[in-house]
């Protein structure tokens, strides 16, 4: 991605904007009397509940000497305290002193306030979103920093578990996944988005049938994936997987995998003969990945199915494959 791309320079302004917003531009943050950098010590120690000097470092991203002379601040300000670790009596443990312990719960107070005060500018949908994105960027700076980029989908898809069955608000959330994605990079329009929600509704109505199933990735309460198989629709003992999707935070990350394996294993332990699937031509990374599962391109041609004209294809996998 070039430097100077409009993405780039979005979250860079964004970023400015949230540093400015949140206070770090002052000599003192959080209504403490403190730095941003000691702030953020006193946060980190209430986390681990004693560390050391070194450890400190390591976490906030900072030269050694730099920490050793804000937690000595810290230590004759009284609210941190030391004594020697258990198995290193020449090492020191620093933990929050009953005064540090005060000034964190007073920081984060003021911190919650801060959020909840901005998150009530949004609807809940915003909400989820905000969450979810500032969480994946963090974490990838963070391994940008620490030199792991190779690991970056990794932590960022920690917090994402996979549900099978019906959830609250289903239905509406993996229509909007498609509707935005697909008008994004296919122009599909108001059809596509009323033919998937109106197909997911039908859908659920027959969940209470072994044959079927769903299921969602989701993060923070809110889901960012999804894929079906519905058993009954194709018959000869054939399933078809539908409404495959991921929030495009998510992708890259394995969650793909993850709800296509769980799916293919239900169809294989159901004991379907094969499943198909219906995709178009263009869409490289999911063919990869269906490929890799051992779908295989059974055929092809022209059709607007999904109100505009594409190459629709289908892909088969024999049961095992």
């Known amino acids: 991605m070039a430097a100077d791309t409009p993405l780039v320079n979005d979250i860079r302004s964004a970023s400015r904007t949230m540093v400015r917003e949140l206070g770090f531009m002052a000599n003192t943050l959080a209504a403490t009397p403190y730095s941003a950098s000691a702030v953020h010590a006193l946060l980190e120690i ?40 258990v198995d290193d009596a020449r090492a020191k443990q620093l933990q929050l002193s009953a005064q540090g312990q005060r000034t964190v719960a007073g920081i984060h107070a003021y911190g919650q306030t801060q959020v909840r005060s901005a998150l009530a500018q949004l609807n809940p949908s915003l909400q989820q979103s905000v969450a979810q994105g500032l969480t994946a960027y963090a974490q990838a700076l963070q391994a940008h920093r620490l030199g792991s980029a190779a690991g970056q989908g990794t932590s960022a898809t920690n917090s994402i578990q996979i549900h099978s069955g019906y959830r609250p608000g289903l239905i509406g959330r993996i229509a909007e996944m498609h509707a935005v994605f697909y008008a994004r990079h296919w122009g599909f329009g108001a059809f596509f988005e009323s033919k998937v929600a109106s197909g997911l509704a039908e859908f659920s109505g027959r969940l209470g049938e072994p044959c079927n199933q769903i299921w969602t990735a989701v993060q923070n309460e809110r889901i ?78 022209a059709g607007q199915q999904w109100g505009s004209t594409v190459v629709e294809q289908q892909f088969s996998r024999l049961r095992g494959g």
């Open 46 to 85: 209430d986390t681990h509940g004693q560390v050391t000097a070194a450890q400190l470092a390591e976490f906030l991203g900072l030269d050694k000497s730099s920490v050793s002379r804000m937690v000595a601040k810290l230590i004759a300000n009284g609210e941190l305290q030391e004594q020697p670790c």
């Open 224 to 301: 960012v994936g999804s894929v079906a198989i519905d058993g009954q629709d194709l018959g000869n003992n054939q399933a078809h997987l539908r409404w495959f999707i991921l929030d495009d935070g998510c992708r890259g990350g394995g969650i793909g995998r993850q709800l296509l394996t769980q799916a293919l294993a239900f169809c294989d332990q159901r004991g379907f003969a094969s499943t198909a699937l219906w995709t178009f031509q263009g869409l490289d990374a999911a063919r990869k990945l269906y490929e890799s599962l051992g779908f295989a391109l059974v055929h092809e041609e």
